[in-house]
């Protein structure tokens, strides 16, 4: 393996043992659910937003080391920016699993993913669960009934 490939597991396997934002926001005024039937990830994204910016956000939820990991990354990657850039990074990311370029920082540790097409789903779950709630659709995302997953 790679060192870069190493340096990439590394970074999943940490924040999946240890994932950030690994909270309920009390004073979220925007959330959204997530289910992967196929994994079994479930997750609850929990968000505050005020003056076109991610103030905070935090999320809940059980799932493989993938899905937990990307949930945690993503977190820490739009916490305190606007949300047209989080948007942006959504795409970004949904993108490099899909074949495009790697993603900015380290969500470049999920590129890996693409070699593995059933892991995908796991990876993308948290990020449109954000781009559900930053649209503050009611409607539960699943990785069955979501397009671009």
């Known amino acids: 393996m790679s060192e870069l490939t190493d340096l990439y597991q590394e970074v999943i396997l940490d924040h999946n043992k240890k994932p950030r934002n690994f909270h309920k926001l009390a004073d979220a005024n925007r959330s959204a659910e997530g289910f992967n039937p196929l994994c079994g990830d479930q997750l609850q994204l929990y968000v505050k937003v005020e003056d076109g910016m991610i103030r905070d956000i935090g999320f809940q939820g059980s799932g493989c080391a993938i899905s937990k990991a990307s949930a945690s990354l993503m977190t820490d990657a739009v916490k305190g920016k606007p949300v047209k850039d989080a948007e ?33 789903k796991c990876a993308n779950l948290a990020w449109h669960a954000l781009h559900a709630a930053l649209q503050n659709s009611a409607e539960p995302v699943t990785t069955e009934s979501a397009k671009d997953f």
């Open 88 to 120: 942006t990074m959504f795409a970004a990311f949904r993108d490099m699993l899909s074949g495009g370029a790697n993603a900015p920082g380290k969500l470049a540790a999920f590129s890996g993913v693409r070699a593995f097409p059933s892991r995908i």
